[in-house]
Every structure is written in C-alpha cells, then in structure tokens.
C-alpha cells in the first residue's frame, strides 16, 4: 500500500512537472531540426519524482540545455544537471553531457555523478539466518567517451572512468560487518580506460525508430594506473540495440537491448569492479534494486513496444508515448560476498555461480514518455515495474533506456 500511494503521488507530481516544463516556443514534434533556422538552443527546468525502493521517495530537479555547437551539427548536443533528495536523507548530484560534432563524425558522453545513499546491505542470507548492515554509501565516478567516424557507420572510441567508493556504518557493528566482506571505510578509487568499437545505422542518436547499433568495449584497470597492484583486472562489455517502425508513420516501435559484461581476473578485482544488476556504469537494467545481485559477470536483455500518439488535435497527446516493457537476465560467475566459515560444500557454491544455475531475473512493466524537446526526441521517462521478486519499482529522467 505504502508503494502504491508513493507511484501515485509521484505520477501526480510528474503530471504536475510537465506543465511546469512547458515549452517557451511553438514546437511542432513532426519536424526534424534540418535548416540553420531551426538549429536553435532549447532551455528546460524540470521537475519530478524519484523512486527507489532502498532510498525511498524523493524529489529530483533537472535542468537541461539542448545546444547545436556549429552549423555542420545535424543533431542537438545536450547537457543537464540532475539533483535528487530522497526522504531517508539520501542525495545525488550528477551531470551528463553529449556533444555530437562535425556533422556526427565526433560524438562525446560524461556522466559526473557524486551520491550518498543510506541503504541497509543484505551481507549474508543463507536461508536460515540472514546478517544486514545499516549504512552510507558514498560514490564519486567520472566516465567519459570519445568516438569518431571512420567510415559510414563505422567508429572507434577511447574513455576512461574514475570511481572512488566507500561506506559508512551507522554504528561500530555495522563497520565490523562491512570490513568482514571488503567493503571499504575509507575511499578506495579505481582507474580505468577502454578502447571501443562501434556500429550505429540509427536515425537518430536520442531516441531512434528504425537502425541498429552494437558496441564492443575492453577496459583495463592497470598497476600504472594508479590502482593497486592486487586488484588489477580488466573487462569486456558488449551492447547491442535494434529498432524497427512498424508502420509508415512511426507511431508504432520496437526497440531491443542485449547487453552483456565479463569481469577478467575476478578473483583480483575490488568490490567496485563487480557487477551490480540494476545499474552497470550508465547503463539501467530496468526491474531491481541497484546490489541486491551482484556477481562478476552480467547477461540481460530487454524489450519495449512504444506508441507514439499523433494528429489527435491535443497538443499534449500529441507529444505523448505509451512503453510495454519486459526484460530479463542474469549475474553470474564469482560472488562479492566471500564467508570463511562454513561448510565447505556451501561455500564453494555460494562463491561461485555457472550461468545456468544463476537465477533467472525477470520483469515486466509500463511507462509513459513526454517529449520536452520535439525537434531534438529528447523525452521525459517514467516507468513502473514489477520483477520475479514480485517487487514494485518506478524510474523516472530524461532520456530512454534503450
């Protein structure tokens, strides 16, 4: 019930939201940005909820400013500012910027991000008897990309992310509990940097109707880096996404994401390198709490059906988009949580899953899009779904998840 009323209100305040980010021009969603004229700077304040069911709900504010940097730009470059306050204290502060150059021969992403969450961490659940910690989670990361064109469709990419992370026990028993599985007091950073190639065919570098993209991602976190020299690891992400118009018209979507992730030399790696299903690096998978799994290596996929409502004589309706979502995946290999004493048997199954005997996660969900942004296909989202834990979770931002 508690659920219930915090989506609710926090779909009376979106509704709310989206008068308060109005546009400030006569925006028609059926025209593409493709003279000079049109190429103009687009400011939006938004405001909306935010739901998560370990920070509780809370409030977020987001500016965001759609810019064309010279007149070659074929499609708007972005930046905007995320703040989000959540009832149990929890805050998160984070910037993201896309630029897309040289008539979308460069394209650049970061994503700055500072948070404090309170959560209580599910250390050990055996079934019989379970150990919890009260406490802080504080994380600084800076991820970054570059690609550029080499042919058609074609690019390359290098990047790099910083990430330091530590918790914060809310009393001594919840640090002992901490330290007992490696999760750090104080900040431990991790450095790394990628080298990427990357096929995109899409129409539309915001939110596509038709095109395929994959991308295919090695990230090393080295000695010379700056890391330290035990936990030195690398890794390969893998990410493909495809999208096809039914019709004519484009009132009719499908889009899909594969996504996949193998952390190398897992045994080395800190706590940070380990896949948190839910969210890895800037990438969502939509339906569970950000932690409650976490292995080493991850495997999801996702779908979504969107109807795009048009000519209803209701500017509002017009930019309005209805989402069916359904997803699935699993992590899988070494487990973060490492236990001493036990039965030996256990233990070694507890430690380390095949993918065939990881569970299977899945979940289904709703959403809803705005579009604030018609030339540009920049949208608010808001999504609400319910997973195989039978656990309700609502998303809402800018931009898709696919």
């Not at 938004?46 to 504010?61: E, K, L, N, R």
């Not at 295919?216 to 936990?231: C, F, I, K, R, T």
């Not at 540009?376 to 998303?395: C, F, G, H, P």
Request: charged share 20%; hydrophobic share 35%.
């Amino acid at each position: 019930m508690k659920l219930f009323s915090t989506v609710v209100s926090a779909l009376t305040l979106s509704v709310s939201s989206l008068a308060f980010s109005a546009d400030t021009d006569v925006d028609d969603p059926t025209i593409e940005a493709t003279s000079a004229s049109e190429r103009e700077d687009k400011f939006r304040f938004v405001v909306m909820p935010f739901y998560d069911p370990s920070t509780d709900a809370g409030i977020t504010v987001m500016p965001i400013w759609a810019f064309y940097p010279d007149e070659s730009s074929s499609e708007a470059s972005s930046i905007s500012l995320s703040l989000i306050y959540t009832q149990n204290d929890s805050y998160i502060g984070k910037i993201n910027t896309d630029f897309i150059l040289m008539n979308d021969v460069l394209q650049a992403s970061t994503e700055i991000k500072f948070s404090h969450t309170n959560m209580t961490f599910d250390v050990l659940d055996t079934g019989t008897f379970q150990i919890e910690a009260n406490a802080a989670h504080e994380e600084l990361s800076i991820d970054g990309d570059v690609f550029y064109k080499l042919h058609k469709n074609f690019f390359v990419g290098l990047g790099s992310n910083i990430k330091s992370t530590r918790y914060i026990g809310k009393d001594n028993a919840d640090s002992i509990i901490l330290a007992a599985v490696d999760l750090p007091a104080e900040f431990q950073t991790d450095v790394g940097i990628s080298a990427s190639i990357k096929w995109d065919s899409r129409d539309h570098y915001y939110y596509p109707h038709n095109g395929v993209m994959w991308k295919l991602v090695y990230e090393e976190h080295a000695e010379w880096m700056g890391n330290d020299p035990d936990n030195t690891y690398s890794s390969l992400y893998g990410d493909y996404r495809h999208y096809y118009s039914l019709d004519n018209n484009e009132q009719h979507i499908l889009a899909t994401k594969w996504v996949g992730r193998y952390l190398l030399d897992a045994e080395n790696a800190p706590t940070s390198a380990y896949t948190t299903y839910g969210r890895q690096g800037r990438e969502i998978q939509r339906g569970f709490v950000v932690g409650d799994y976490t292995a080493s290596h991850l495997a999801n996929v996702e779908f979504e059906y969107r109807y795009a409502f048009k000519n209803t004589s209701y500017q509002w309706l017009d930019k309005s988009i209805l989402v069916a979502i359904a997803g699935a995946g699993k992590v899988f290999g070494e487990q973060l949580v490492q236990v001493d004493d036990c039965q030996q048997n256990w233990c070694e199954k507890y430690q380390k899953v095949p993918f065939k005997e990881a569970d299977t996660l899945t979940a289904v969900g709703v959403g809803y899009r705005y579009t604030i942004l018609p030339k540009e296909r920049i949208n608010l989202k808001m999504d609400v779904t319910y997973n195989s834990d039978q656990e309700w979770i609502a998303y809402f931002g800018i931009g898709e998840s696919i």
